[in-house]
């Protein structure tokens, strides 16, 4: 009879120990990662967009990412298109207490081969957008430009600004 007292006890503390659940913590760029609705326009070198190049390509709201480098340290960054707009894929630097990003210059494109991306002026804004329900939502503005593209040449602007809210994941908001 003890035996079996003692067996039932300690299946209970067993039990009753597994029932704990253990803190899971963010990443360091949690503050700055996210999933955006944005849209691309041709801008001059102020970073203004130009009458009439608004969504340059016709694209409409596409889908950019932020999110933490393997590293999970909250001074890189990684910014990707998904291949939504020029398939790149870059690591900048970031600064989580102005919530500011930039790359160092033209750095190597991740996504392929043969293209250098710059990006400028990234900032992500608390609550300063709005979502289609009403809803306050984080906005993202940055600069980007490409070593393959001749469009800016061609057609007399500097950049490309992409703006836009963070997706809520809300289909009334889509």
């Not at 041709?42 to 933490?68: C, K, M, Q, S, W």
């Not at 992500?124 to 980007?144: C, E, H």
Request: proline letters at 3%; a negative charge.
């Amino acid at each position: 009879m003890k035996k079996v007292l003692y067996l039932a006890t300690l299946l209970f503390c067993a039990a009753f120990t597994s029932c704990e659940k253990e803190e899971i913590g963010g990443t360091a760029t949690e503050a700055m990662a996210g999933d955006w609705y944005v849209t691309v326009d041709a801008a001059d070198a102020n970073g203004n967009v130009i009458p009439g190049y608004e969504d340059f390509f016709g694209l409409g709201r596409i889908h950019v990412l932020t999110y933490n480098t393997a590293a999970n340290t909250g001074n890189q960054l990684y910014v990707d298109d998904l291949g939504d707009f020029w398939e790149f894929k870059v690591k900048t630097s970031s600064d989580l207490n102005g919530l500011t990003f930039s790359t160092p210059g033209a750095i190597a494109n991740e996504a392929y081969e043969g293209c250098d991306v710059t990006i400028t002026g990234g900032k992500i804004l608390p609550k300063a957008g709005r979502q289609n329900n009403g809803s306050p939502a984080d906005s993202i503005v940055f600069y980007v430009s490409f070593s393959d593209d001749d469009y800016p040449a061609a057609y007399g602007y500097s950049s490309y600004k992409i703006s836009g809210i963070r997706y809520s994941g809300l289909e009334e908001n889509d």
